[in-house]
């Protein structure tokens, strides 16, 4: 006797419809539509008890009870707890997770996210075409920073391309931040943490693979189905950068075996892209090397690709240094203890930090080197004018300059409040500037002698990092090499250079003393100098010594007033 079918299985029941004006999780109202793709739909939405745009990203039930339906289903939930751990500026935030429907455990996950209102990295190119170095590197050194923290916590994204990059407008300026962690891969024992809410990679009940990656974008391990690793990141990330520059995806194939042979030769197709659009050799060989077929032969870290690339651009803008001197037994010029530049948001200072002048490092002059030895005496020098132009700077000079924090006197007295103002003020023999600047946007000092130096303040786990460029000169941490350009995340002193190794300036580089619970102090010249903590947060005195100029620049506070001339 045979057996009777079997009765057809019951569809899945829809997935629960979100219409517009519709309120979830009882506090965000539905406006409209933005996106949809994937595994969810993505709606713009208010949130009504705190007044403020938010993102509404709903899962789409893609695939029912499958084995592809439930893999989806657990990345989509597994992006909300890596987004929950993830704290940094440059990475999209979330605010709430939820489920609709009459039961959490059977309702239809949702997320809510901060709500960008600048498009992604794909309109912007689309709408302005390739981009500037500059703006290259400022995106590329967002993510790294971004990355950077989800790598430490063992979260590798695995969907870095263009689309992903969010732009939100502040203050006139477009943050980059990073999104979409829908896929992002969690090592196991990241932080020996409970794996429960990590998805199982690509593997589905059918025995089948998902693909979990953008071809265009995605590293040659992740074609090939292999094991990911910050590498994987690092590889993404580069072809951004050159999509950048060119305005187009070098590996564009719709062919995952085509696209996959390619890379083993990707540094013929770097070339072939930038070398036309005249970007630097540096650059095109730090681009060749991230974007290596063996991710054993990348870059180590993610912070290497910012910190690399910013010295490639920056090398070229500048002519060759000689050779340094073979006999240097002590530095050019005095160091100083270090601190940190600025505490990571949030944390409290408990103690007063010694201000520089109060180092007990015994501080002398300068000591002066002997050049090399040459087969012939130089022809001698001609004397130092008065005043150096840019266009003079690479002219020598007789002797070193004199630091002149080795003869900077006591601060000492009662401070002196300096309120915010867009003109110059007078403090302790100098021309004071209040500068509000933005993360990630360049800022020009110029101290004497028409030097020039550019800074940008960039965000990094630790607090801010500075980027100072000399414009006009060469830059160097005292004692160290000049270069084109340094990182400061310690008070310390900088020497502007010449070409000729010769130190023409300085720059006193210091953070304040907490005196009391609003107000920091700053020694200039024998002054002491008070900020209120409510005017500027954490601002950053950039000192060009005596009869010159000092900034203090801030990235959050109140607006500088603009003076109103009456007549």
């Known amino acids: 006797m045979g057996t009777a079918p079997k009765p057809p299985k019951a569809p899945d029941p829809p997935p629960p419809a979100v219409k517009i004006g519709d309120v979830i999780l009882d506090r965000y109202k539905v406006v409209e539509q933005i996106a949809s793709g994937g595994h969810s739909v993505v709606y713009r939405g208010q949130d009504e008890r705190l007044s403020r745009p938010v993102c509404i990203k709903v899962f789409s039930g893609l695939g029912g009870k499958s084995g592809l339906g439930r893999t989806s289903y657990e990345h989509f939930v597994q992006e909300a707890f890596a987004l929950s751990r993830l704290t940094h500026p440059n990475t999209l935030r979330i605010y709430d997770f939820g489920h609709l429907g009459p039961k959490d455990a059977e309702g239809m996950p949702l997320q809510v996210c901060e709500y960008m209102n600048g498009g992604t990295l794909s309109q912007v190119i689309r709408e302005q075409g390739k981009q500037s170095l500059a703006e290259t590197l400022k995106v590329v050194t967002a993510m790294c920073s971004a990355l950077s923290e989800a790598h430490a916590l063992g979260i590798v994204h695995r969907d870095i391309k263009p689309q992903n990059i969010l732009f939100g407008t502040v203050g006139g300026h477009k943050l980059p931040k990073l999104a979409d962690f829908g896929i992002a891969k969690w090592s196991v024992d990241a932080e020996n943490e409970d794996s429960g809410q990590r998805a199982e990679d690509t593997a589905i009940v059918a025995g089948q693979k998902l693909a979990m990656y953008s071809p265009s974008w995605a590293a ?192 000492t007295g009662t401070p002196r409040v300096l309120m915010l103002s867009d003109q110059p003020q007078h403090a302790g023999d100098r021309m004071v500037h209040f500068v509000h600047s933005n993360v990630n946007a360049p800022t020009d000092l110029v101290g004497p002698q028409n030097t020039k130096v550019r800074i940008t303040m960039l965000h990094a786990p630790s607090g801010l990092v500075i980027h100072l460029k000399g414009m006009t000169c060469f830059v160097a941490h005292l004692g160290g090499r000049p270069s084109p350009a340094v990182q400061i995340d310690h008070p310390g002193d900088v020497a502007l250079v010449t070409p000729r190794a010769q130190e023409i300036g300085h720059i006193r580089v210091a953070t304040g003393a907490p005196e009391g619970p609003s107000v920091l102090t700053f020694g200039l010249g024998s002054e002491r100098i008070a900020l209120r903590i409510d005017d500027c947060t954490d601002p950053i005195l950039f000192d060009f010594g005596p009869g010159s100029d000092a900034y203090f620049v801030y990235t959050r506070g109140r607006p500088i007033p603009k003076t109103v001339l009456r007549r």
Not at 314 to 326: E, F, I, N, S, T
């Open 220 to 411: 040659p391990e992740q074609l090939a189905g292999q094991p990911v690793s910050a590498g994987t990141d690092i590889y993404s990330l580069a072809v951004v950068a050159i999509y950048m520059l060119s305005g187009k995806a070098i590996f564009a194939d719709e062919d995952v075996y085509a696209g996959y042979k390619k890379r083993r030769h990707a540094d013929e197709h770097v070339k072939e892209t930038l070398k036309p659009l005249n970007v630097p050799k540096k650059v095109i060989e730090l681009f060749i090397h991230a974007l290596a077929f063996d991710p054993k032969k990348r870059l180590a870290k993610v912070d290497e690709l910012a910190s690399q690339l910013s010295t490639a651009i920056d090398a070229d803008d500048a002519p060759q240094l000689p050779p340094a001197p073979l006999e240097h037994t002590q530095p050019l010029t005095p160091t100083v203890p270090t601190h940190a530049i600025t505490p990571p948001s949030g944390m409290k200072q408990v103690a007063r930090s010694p201000t520089f002048s109060e180092a007990t490092d015994p501080v002398g002059e300068a000591p002066q080197h002997e050049p090399a030895p040459a087969p012939a005496p130089p022809p001698p020098p001609p004397p130092p004018t008065p005043q150096r132009t840019s266009q003079s700077m690479y002219a020598p000079v007789a002797a070193l300059r004199t630091p002149w924090m080795a003869n900077a006197p006591q601060a």
